[in-house]
């Protein structure tokens, strides 16, 4: 089992930033990824980004590249989404997940965080 806890998100204006993070307890991590899914009010959950826990290589929806940043710390078993330029379509609840990285980007996953609210103004 993997327990998942997430921190980070707020209300912040179009155009700000927010930086998210989701800490891993219960079992190793190695021939996982995580990531970030997402839901908005009235949508299917929706990929975000995802990172290979064993390599770092990372993939991101088209609609983040080039705003939102996956990271994570080894030693910390933490995975961070800094988010940058955000818009009002950025708003939902973000779900941290760990599973294989096809299956996130899929919005699937073995495990699931409790999500965390995400909300741009205009």
């Known amino acids: 089992q993997v327990q998942l806890v997430e921190s980070g998100g707020g209300l912040v204006q179009a155009g700000g930033s927010l930086r998210l993070s989701c800490a891993a307890s219960g079992r190793t991590l190695s021939g996982y990824a995580m990531g970030w899914v997402r839901q908005a009010p009235g949508k299917e959950r929706e990929f975000v980004a995802a990172i290979i826990w064993n390599v770092g290589s990372t993939h991101y929806a088209d609609s983040v590249k080039g705003r939102f940043t996956i990271s994570r710390d080894n030693a910390k078993n933490t995975v961070y989404l800094q988010m940058n330029s955000l818009k009002p379509g950025d708003t939902a609840v973000y779900y941290c997940?760990?599973?294989?990285?096809?299956?996130?980007?899929?919005?699937?996953?073995?495990?699931w965080g409790q999500g965390t609210q995400v909300t741009v103004s205009s």
């Open positions: 997940a760990v599973s294989n990285w096809r299956s996130i980007v899929a919005g699937r996953s073995d495990y």
